[in-house]
């Protein structure tokens, strides 16, 4: 990668006096920003290196063990500033400095793309992202957990499969690895496609059986609840959101979310949950012996934030 120093002639200087306060105000730009945005900070005179990652991970939720700082010459040589460095150390002496983080484990690819909460990455298979349908009622809480358990994701955090429930649940985790909110993908719900608990279509569809009970002669019932077809109910979770005006009957914040990882379960192929799966029912059709099912697909669904959803 190569690093550029950026002229720092342009910020304001301040005054004198100012030296003779213990904070300094600093600016921190992600050098994968294309729009080479900066965001201050404020530490210490005597701040450590690590101090200042320390900030950045408050600001950003970005653990100071996948940050590197550059400042100054530092940059041509490719050397990021060593933890145990005070700022004086490095030659920050002054407020108006700006500092280059690099973010390791693809968060720099991420990061410059935090602000399109509707696009999965491209690159890489853990993602997820905000619904463009749904992008402007989803309140700005709700898409900052979005982005934090996307930040979750990029640092390898696996979701975590709900065991109990019909359907599949699974716990986001943002950096820190606290869970957030839970994702239900839409062809994991009861009788959907890929559901995980063993409530799959085992025959045709009969006309008999729409109220969600087995009759004789009928190999499978249609929905756990008569007039939802699988595959719905997460419209309406998210519909129950809308309608609930003032959190009257208090529903948890929800949105549409669509989302990429190996660990959701697709055609019952990981037999384990130690293997990142999530089979859990009978339905464990397949080995992971041919590339397709291998292959990771985006999966659409609904996130409820976890402070007060039940799953």
Not at 39 to 53: L, N
Not at 122 to 136: E, F, P, Q, T, W
Not at 201 to 208: A, D, K, L, Y
């Amino acid at each position: 990668m190569s690093l550029h120093i950026s002229s720092h002639s342009k910020l304001p200087r301040p005054r004198e006096s100012s030296f003779s306060g213990p904070d300094l105000k600093l600016f921190v730009k992600d050098v994968a920003d294309k729009h080479g945005r900066k965001r201050a900070i404020t530490v210490k005179t005597w701040s450590t290196v690590k101090d200042v990652k320390d900030v950045v991970n408050t600001l950003l939720h970005v653990p100071p063990s996948n940050q590197r700082l550059f400042f100054g010459p530092l940059m041509t040589s490719g050397y990021d500033l060593p933890n145990l460095r005070t700022l004086n150390d490095v030659g920050i002496y002054r407020s108006g400095e700006t500092l280059f983080l690099e973010m390791k484990g693809n968060l720099s690819s991420l990061n410059s793309r935090l602000s399109d909460m509707t696009t999965l990455t491209s690159s890489g298979s853990n993602d997820i992202c905000v619904a463009l349908s749904v992008l402007n009622v989803t309140p700005k809480h709700l898409r900052k957990v979005v982005q934090q358990a996307r930040r979750g994701l990029a640092l390898g955090l696996k979701p975590d499969l709900v065991l109990d429930g019909s359907g599949g649940t699974y716990f986001m985790h943002d950096p820190k690895k606290v869970r957030v909110a839970v994702f239900k993908p839409a062809d994991e719900e009861p009788y959907a496609d890929n559901n995980p608990r063993g409530y799959i279509r085992q025959g045709p569809q009969s006309s008999s059986s729409q109220s969600g009970t087995v009759d004789e002669g009928n190999d499978y019932c249609m929905s756990l609840r008569e007039g939802i077809k699988p595959g719905e109910a997460c419209l309406r979770e998210v519909a129950a959101y809308l309608l609930d005006h003032g959190s009257f009957s208090d529903v948890p914040m929800t949105t549409l979310a669509e989302a990429r990882h190996p660990a959701f379960n697709h055609n019952g192929s990981m037999l384990k949950l130690s293997q990142g799966g999530a089979a859990v029912g009978n339905h464990r059709l397949n080995q992971l012996s041919s590339p397709q099912q291998k292959q990771v697909l985006e999966k659409k669904g609904i996130l409820p934030m976890l402070c007060s959803c039940r799953v």
